[in-house]
């Protein structure tokens, strides 16, 4: 089985496109009736992982050979941070992720997913507050409180020292739309012409 083009996305840090070239390989080997025993099902269960695509994750985990499940500790080790994220479990996400001893092969993938999964867990913390608590950032970042508060803060968020309290900074929403007359003039001609 050829998996060049799965080592070459990951040699190249292309990891959104890892899942779709591993679901692609798997399929064609599977149609072939080829031989799956030396598949890198760790690195094909994080890149569903990576893109959030927990359903798929799911499924690639339950369809995963018994043997493959028992023989591979990488592979169960990404399978736990999978159930971190099925089950909410923030800080699990973290220390699932960094309770573990990665092959080369999977280390920077794993890193850069904890870093995404990170910037990501920022995001929502950012749409989902207004202010919220340092232990509460720290917790869901997968950080002790300083790290925390320096992450915040370096992505401009202020503290209140005494309460322990950071103060969400929502980004300015950039609107390049410019009003193009023949647009509107396009527009209201349909509108005119629907309506009569």
């Known amino acids: 089985m050829d998996l060049s083009a799965v080592h070459a ?3 190249d840090g292309s990891y959104a496109a890892v899942a779709l070239l591993c679901d692609d390989l798997f399929l064609e080997a599977a149609s072939r009736g080829a031989a799956t025993d030396d598949w890198p099902y760790a690195v094909h ?3 569903h992982l990576y893109l959030s695509d927990l359903n798929s994750a799911r499924f690639l985990w339950k369809s995963t050979p018994q043997e493959a499940k028992d023989a591979r500790p990488e592979l169960a080790a ?8 099925w089950n909410r479990d923030y800080a699990g996400v973290y220390t699932a992720a960094q309770g573990f001893e990665w092959g080369p092969q999977i280390a920077d993938f794993v890193s850069a997913f904890l870093e995404s999964y990170r910037k990501r867990i920022f995001q929502l913390l950012t749409s989902a507050y207004s202010t919220i608590s340092v232990a509460d950032v720290a917790h869901f970042m997968g950080m002790n409180e300083e790290d925390a508060t320096n992450y915040a803060m370096q992505n401009g968020w ?3 020292a005494s309460a322990k ?5 929502k980004p300015k929403v950039k609107t390049n739309q410019k009003l193009d007359a023949s647009k509107l003039q396009r527009l209201t001609e349909c509108v005119f012409h629907l309506e009569h």
Do not use: E, K, N, P
Request: charged residues 10%; hydrophobic residues 65%.
């Open 158 to 160: 202020s503290l209140d």
């Open 9 to 11: 996305a990951l040699s």
């Open 78 to 85: 990404v399978w736990r941070i999978g159930q971190c994220l």
């Open 165 to 169: 309290m950071l103060t969400v900074v």
């Open 45 to 47: 269960l994080l890149a």
